[in-house]
């Protein structure tokens, strides 16, 4: 979604540091002399040196660090940047999602996230692993650089397409928040798993300096050499979407998908927010057998169309065997691509290790505000406050003077994201200023605040990426509605947020926000045809695990069935 956001010349914030006053914790690498020693000692030794050690790790990534077979090992993982090598490879692999054997030092993040994140309750499925090991081979097979990828790019110039190439590509073209990007890149890469064709991406100013390579040694960077420059500029009026193609009879197919006349080299298409009715025919089973067969398709798109996708008959029994829980998709595959590159990385876990580690429970609270003014708001306070009070998400202030202070009081750190500081500053406050009612400790952080949105500046989007991450890393979420950038904090962590209803005429909704019904991304876009009728259906009412999302009432998502 756009919406206009002005500017403000706010100086650069640094976040407030926690304000319970805790001893200091005892340093994981005081432990690893000892690491010898333990694994002969007693289990009650071990006992109470997993207990110390939690002060200093987090919760999870200690769980993580046990179950992968060695603490000391583990905490130089996440504070020295070296890895463990040893046992463990299931849980740093995410159970098989992962390939094994890249250089671990060039990123980080590819094998230290799965350690970071808590442990996730779904599994992917075997059929999921064996497909995504497949593609890796295809994509070296025909990715850049190959003889493969050189014929294709020859076919490309040449103006013609032909069936019989080897290799047949979705490019990917940059556009629009770092958000929708992610989550198109995610939907994009599933059509190519499920139409056999190799995704490349565009890396428009900065998806290099964000992302690692996901793919074992090749790259799925477009090259800059890609014969087709113009890209960039493609919008729906542009003749070669396929929209555009069908409605000026450049191209025709018979029910098998085979063409009578010659194929273009490349089909344009044209997914985004303000796609025509032609455009997304791409979503009918007729027309996806002809795609399957041009060499080329340039895909440009803001949203996460993965739900659309289960409703094409032709991809239904596949889907289904890839994703038994129909609502893991963007969980899986986003934690299959998506790798922030160490620069990013260092961003996540110096502010995690600083801020949030050593708190009993991390509480996200992602604030996306859709005005054209840059707020704060009393309104959307209120909403978040109502929403995180009623649902016990943070404890409400009692408003007593006196400060009891027992020794086993919980501590929260609140993790919140916003372009803004108002809601932060205006929040932790309210903790500093007044007791809470459960005596727990609350401390409030913000990463940053960058004002406005600024794509297109390298550590605008770092941050973004690394808030996103940060987010995922909480125990608890409540993200704003319609907001891609809550959705992938919450597929990547496995977190069903709870939603703060968009906000009508300035006023707070009651109920306040209401929880996620799955763990999903919503399309926000999507279709409302039915393709063997040719007439319109409500695509939210066809099958039970694809629904209606809570955040906006035309948009589709995925849910586990019932
Ligand atoms: N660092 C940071 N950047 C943010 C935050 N919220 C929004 N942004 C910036 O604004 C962009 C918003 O685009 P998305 O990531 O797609 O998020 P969204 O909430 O879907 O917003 P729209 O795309 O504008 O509808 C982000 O990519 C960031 O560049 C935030 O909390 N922290
Ligand atoms: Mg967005």
Redesign the pocket.
């Known amino acids: 979604?756009?919406?206009p956001?002005q500017p403000t010349t706010a100086p650069d914030p640094e976040s407030e540091g926690a304000l319970r006053a805790s001893p200091t914790p005892p340093r994981l690498n005081y432990l690893r002399p000892l690491t010898a020693f333990l694994l002969l000692a007693s289990l009650l030794a071990v006992g109470a040196v997993l207990y110390r050690a939690q002060r200093s790790l987090s919760i999870d990534s200690f769980r993580a660090a046990a179950r992968a077979g060695s603490v000391g090992a583990a905490s130089e993982g996440f504070e020295n940047d070296t890895f463990p090598s040893s046992s463990g490879s299931k849980d740093k692999l995410l159970h098989g999602l992962l390939a094994a054997g890249f250089d671990e030092q060039s990123c980080l993040s590819r094998y230290h996230s799965a350690l970071s994140w808590k442990e996730s309750p779904h599994l992917p499925s075997p059929y999921l692993l064996e497909k995504l090991r497949n593609y890796e081979a295809l994509h070296k097979k025909c990715g850049p650089n190959t003889e493969l990828y050189k014929k294709s790019v020859e076919q490309l110039k040449s103006g013609h397409g032909s069936q019989s190439t080897e290799c047949k590509y979705v490019v990917w073209v940059s556009y629009?928040?770092?958000?929708?990007?992610?989550l198109s890149i995610a939907s994009s890469f599933l059509y190519a798993l499920l139409t056999n064709k190799v995704l490349l991406i565009d890396r428009g100013s900065d998806m290099d300096d964000l992302f690692c390579e996901p793919f074992p040694e090749s790259s799925w960077l477009l090259p800059l050499d890609f014969p087709i420059t113009k890209f960039g500029t493609f919008d729906i009026k542009t003749p070669e979407s396929y929209g555009n193609m069908l409605k000026n009879k450049a191209i025709s197919y018979s029910v098998d998908g085979t063409s009578p006349q010659s194929q273009p080299a490349y089909i344009y298409l044209h997914l985004s927010h303000d796609y025509g009715d032609r455009d997304k025919l791409f979503f009918c089973e007729d027309d996806q057998k002809f795609l399957r067969n041009v060499p080329w398709l340039l895909l440009r798109s803001?949203n996460y169309f993965v739900p659309s996708l289960f409703l094409i008959p032709a991809y239904e029994e596949e889907l289904r065997q890839l994703f038994p829980e129909a609502d893991t998709v963007f969980h899986h595959l986003g934690r299959y691509l998506f790798h922030p590159t160490n620069s990013v990385w260092g961003l996540i876990t110096r502010y995690y290790q600083s801020y949030l580690a050593k708190a009993d429970e991390r509480v996200g609270i992602?604030?996306?505000v859709?005005e054209a003014d840059t707020g704060p708001f009393q309104y959307v306070l209120d909403q978040i406050l109502a929403c995180s009070q009623k649902e016990k998400v943070l404890p409400d202030v009692s408003g007593q003077e006196t400060v009891v202070s027992t020794p086993n009081v919980k501590s929260k750190a609140v993790l919140l994201?916003?372009?803004n500081n108002g809601y932060f500053e205006k929040i932790r406050n309210m903790y500093w200023e007044q007791p809470t009612a459960t005596g727990e400790i609350i401390s409030v952080h913000q990463?940053?605040?960058?004002g406005?949105?600024?794509?297109g500046k390298q550590m605008?989007?770092m941050?973004?990426l690394?808030?996103?991450y940060l987010l995922s890393l909480t125990d608890v979420l409540v993200t704003?509605a319609?907001?891609?950038?809550?959705?992938?904090a919450q597929g990547l962590g496995g977190l069903q947020p709870w939603i703060l209803y968009k906000p009508d005429n300035q006023t707070a909704p009651d109920p306040p926000c209401r929880r996620a019904m799955s763990i999903e991304p919503c399309f926000h876009a999507p279709p409302f045809y039915d393709c063997k009728a040719k007439k319109g259906i409500d695509t939210g009412a066809l099958v039970p695990h694809v629904r209606h999302c809570e955040d906006m009432s035309w948009g589709l998502k995925l849910v586990n069935q019932a």
């Open positions: 979604m756009r919406r956001q629009s928040g770092l958000g929708n990007r992610i803001n992602q604030i996306r859709f994201t916003s372009l990463p940053s605040h960058e406005y949105q600024q794509t605008h989007n941050k973004a690394a808030e996103m704003s319609w907001s891609t950038f809550g959705y992938v």
